[in-house]
């Protein structure tokens, strides 16, 4: 089978880890890198967290530290959602081993340089790593395969009434990227939060009964006391569905559109104005998932943590 090289790029984060056990679970993909980027928590937090979760996982790729400021804005974290360390919950290993000296967009760089096929990014925090690297290797843009990204929603925000976390804390990051030329492929708000990992799910993945299983349900179960007195029936892994648009297309219904990052506003910054019904006239710049087979989901993340079996490495 030919696997497809992918980039993993995020801000762990209790989703995004969620979603790198997916990813490091699935025969089709070929994980090259993982790189984070300031967004959950400040950078240190983030790749201190990736690090946890590399070895927690057993994934022994380079990992690289990434921006640490979104281009223009102040950084905004998140510690109401992802707590303190920006994962809090279940005790985790140390990282194996230190992160590479080059900085992630370095990193990508030469990756994407030296391959001889294109490479899919799949982003699930603010895109400032994104952005930077399209700004200062346009040359680079025909290697990227594909970008899969959580962030934004057509429909709603959930930072503010119009924008997303991940798009809010960078909106010019975000701008850079629907912009770029690169097939994009967004999971927003309006199926992430369709997304949603039930107490009676949790218990499930729980009791698969291996460590990544019991630590994957300790993060669900700390992500769901945030979102339950918000009024959801589960935990949303929002990051995790920028995987499944990579492996199991099938179990998402999506829709070509053009899409706008608002830059002003004053109460919509941040926003992704999708051209839902192409009033604009203008060629679709994104695929946008609308919805998800809850329940096909659910399966796949019991198939993917009972794959590392019995100990921590898969
Ligand atoms: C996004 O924001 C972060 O809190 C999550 O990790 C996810 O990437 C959801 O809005
Ligand atoms: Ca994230």
Request: charged fraction near 20%; include cysteine.
């Amino acid at each position: 089978m030919k696997k497809i090289p992918v980039i993993l790029d995020g801000d762990p984060g209790h989703d995004d880890a969620i979603a790198w056990v997916l990813a490091n679970s699935r025969p089709e993909l070929d994980i090259l890198a993982v790189t984070t980027v300031g967004g959950n928590q400040t950078l240190a937090k983030t790749t201190y967290n990736a690090g946890r979760i590399l070895s927690l996982i057993g994934l022994n790729v380079p990992l690289a530290g990434g921006r640490s400021k979104p281009l223009l804005a102040d950084l905004i974290v998140a510690p109401g959602v992802h707590g303190v360390t920006g994962l809090d919950g279940p005790e985790l290993p140390e990282p194996a081993r230190d992160v590479v000296e080059e900085e992630a967009v370095e990193l990508m760089a030469r990756l994407l340089e030296k391959s001889d096929v294109p490479i899919v990014l799949v982003p699930t925090g603010p895109l400032t790593n994104i952005a930077s690297l399209l700004l200062l290797r346009p040359d680079l843009k025909e290697k990227i395969d594909h970008i899969y990204m959580m962030g934004g929603g057509i429909t709603k925000g959930n930072w503010t009434a119009a924008a997303e976390f991940n798009i809010l804390v960078d909106p010019e990051a975000a701008d850079i990227v629907f912009r770029s030329g690169v097939p994009v492929t967004m999971a927003g708000l309006d199926v992430t939060e369709q997304a949603l990992v039930r107490p009676e799910d949790i218990e499930r993945i729980n009791s698969v009964g291996n460590d990544v299983a019991r630590i994957v349900a300790g993060w669900l179960e700390f992500f769901y006391q945030f979102h339950q007195p918000l009024g959801y029936e589960g935990a949303p892994v929002h990051d995790a569905v920028a995987i499944v648009a990579m492996v199991r297309p099938e179990l998402l219904k999506m829709r070509e559109m053009y899409v706008e990052v608002e830059l002003q506003g004053d109460y919509t910054r941040g926003a992704t104005v999708g051209d839902y019904y192409g009033l604009l006239g203008q060629k679709p710049n994104a695929t946008c998932i609308m919805d998800i087979d809850r329940e096909a989901f659910i399966e796949l993340l019991i198939e993917s943590v009972a794959s590392y079996g019995e100990g921590a490495a898969k």
